[in-house]
């Protein structure tokens, strides 16, 4: 058993399945599309919410050096994200990279991880753009009925119509065409990069220096299980966190990470792309660069902006320009939030609808979401389906549910191909690479370690929730996946070929 729950499949295998013409995607997008995905799905809330918290909670005016450590850690994630989706350049990306290194059932195991990762992610992105709507539109005189607003402000029954509507529209853009979804999102990532850019620039005419002083704050120590601490740390260590000083910043930096999160999202349309060779690592590795630049800046004018101590942690950039005097760029900042989560809803769902996508050409699950659209060459059927899902989740679930995303998936399918750029370098050093992850293994080992140490950072529920959820989808996996799985059935007809007997090949 243990030899067909660890079966590979071959990269030619993966690459050959993407030319067939009921599963095959248009080839379309270029390395300039990809980094604009990339920037539009990483440039979300994160950038206008955890400046402040984590500057004021954790490191103050370093918060500027907890972006880069951030930025690092997934720098090295990327480095073996851009040599797998160069060298395999093929829909589901963690998942089909595991499939070619770690074997069937880890891959199925990833795959899982992801769906549900997207699909919790896009829930709350629309959820979180609805509220940002809905301000605006108060702003403007125009008050939406409660039933039809945000679940959390809702008595009883209650529907978010905004945050279900913008989820079927962008399953509609999905549906329609991967190059129209690119030219909408570089209009609105051009949008939110100039809201940003604004900023930036605004706000350094109002920094005072006094304001950094101290740059790296005095360590305090923090209290066992308090904040955002995970318990593992303090039971595998035997000791608390610092909030400040130099290990403030680390701490910070575990926070930070998640407004990093999505850049791996860039892979997934690795088999829509015309060059992927050339443009999956410019992708992966340009969009990282341009938003942990733009992370630094906003990071340290904000804190030149208005004491770390009296920053906001609801609006920070917002209520630092309204304490210098400027609260017309307080509306300013929450349209460029608005506008820009757009973007990452897409992004997020066009993620997931490709892992899906993947895992059915494979078997894993139903081959009836795996034949795209004759005309637009989109996987319709699993973009329909999980958009209508996604759609109900976002409209009958509270914020304060949808908020309990499960971001330890995202580290695990870093740890994942990490090691699986080790594992394929070795069992297949043959393959043409037009990427090379540097310093194998090494990079790959600090990647996995720098993973692992932000995985512990997470609180202990966050840990159950995703152990339940692997449970069930081992559950299915043998339920389901593994009878139905191309690979073991290839494998099945094969043996059964060279069994049979001679002059009875027609059996």
């Not at 993947?358 to 637009?376: E, I, K, Q, T």
């Not at 043959?430 to 790959?444: A, G, I, M, N, Q």
């Not at 720098?450 to 159950?464: G, H, Q, R, Y």
Request: net charge neutral; hydrophobic share 50%; with cysteine.
């Amino acid at each position: 058993m243990s030899s067909t729950l660890f079966r590979t499949k071959k990269v030619e295998q993966s690459i050959l399945d993407t030319e067939e013409p009921e599963h095959a995607l248009k080839k379309s997008l270029s390395a300039l599309d990809l980094t604009v995905f990339g920037v539009g799905v990483i440039i979300g809330t994160g950038i206008f919410v955890l400046t402040g918290t984590v500057a004021k909670n954790n490191a103050g005016p370093a918060v500027a050096l907890a972006f880069v450590v951030a930025g690092v850690v997934c720098a090295l994630a990327a480095l073996c994200y851009a040599e797998f989706a160069s060298t395999l350049p093929v829909a589901g990306s963690a998942y089909t990279f595991s499939y070619a290194s770690l074997g069937e059932l880890p891959a199925w195991i990833i795959g899982w991880d992801l769906v549900l990762e997207f699909a919790l992610g896009t829930a709350v992105v629309a959820v979180g753009w609805s509220g940002y709507i809905a301000s605006l539109l108060d702003n403007a005189g125009w008050h939406l009925p409660e039933a039809l607003g945000s679940r959390d402000a809702a008595d009883g029954f209650g529907f978010d119509i905004l945050a279900a509507a913008l989820v079927l529209v962008l399953t509609v853009i999905l549906v329609l065409g991967m190059k129209l979804s690119a030219r909408i999102t570089s209009l609105v990532v051009a949008i939110k990069v100039i809201v940003v850019l604004v900023v930036i620039i605004a706000g350094a005419f109002f920094i005072k220096g006094d304001n950094y002083d101290p740059f790296i704050p005095k360590a305090q120590e923090v209290e066992a299980g308090s904040g955002l601490h995970s318990p593992l740390i303090q039971l595998m260590f035997g000791w608390a966190p610092s909030n400040f000083g130099v290990m403030g910043i680390f701490t910070a930096a575990s926070v930070v990470f998640f407004a990093f999160i999505g850049f791996d999202v860039v892979a997934t349309a690795a088999e829509e792309t015309k060059d992927p060779q050339r443009a999956m690592p410019r992708g992966i590795l340009g969009s990282l660069l341009i938003c942990t630049t733009l992370y630094v800046a906003v990071s340290i004018v904000v804190t030149g902006m208005q004491h770390y101590s009296e920053l906001s942690v609801d609006a920070p950039l917002a209520d630092a320009f309204k304490a210098t005097g400027h609260p017309w760029y307080a509306g300013f900042i929450s349209f460029g939030a608005a506008v820009g989560l757009t973007t990452v809803c897409m992004i997020l769902l066009l993620g997931q609808t490709r892992v899906f996508f993947a895992m059915s050409r494979d078997g894993l699950l139903p081959r009836f979401f795996s034949r795209v659209h004759p005309r637009f060459k989109t996987p319709h059927r699993p973009t329909i389906l999980l958009g209508v899902i996604i759609a109900v989740v976002a409209g009958f679930t509270p914020l304060s549910e949808l908020a309990e995303l499960v971001n330890i998936g995202t580290l695990f399918a870093f740890v994942i191909v990490a090691i699986g750029v080790v594992i394929l370098r070795r069992t297949r050093p043959d393959l043409p690479r037009s990427f090379r992850t540097p310093w194998v293994p090494v990079l790959p080992i600090l990647s996995v370690g720098a993973s692992l140490w932000l995985m512990l950072n997470l609180p202990a529920e966050t840990w159950v929730r995703f152990g339940g959820w692997m449970i069930l989808g081992v559950v299915v996996y043998f339920l389901y996946s593994r009878s139905h799985s191309r690979l073991g059935r290839h494998e099945e007809t094969t043996v059964g070929q060279v069994l049979r007997p001679p002059g009875r090949e027609s059996e």
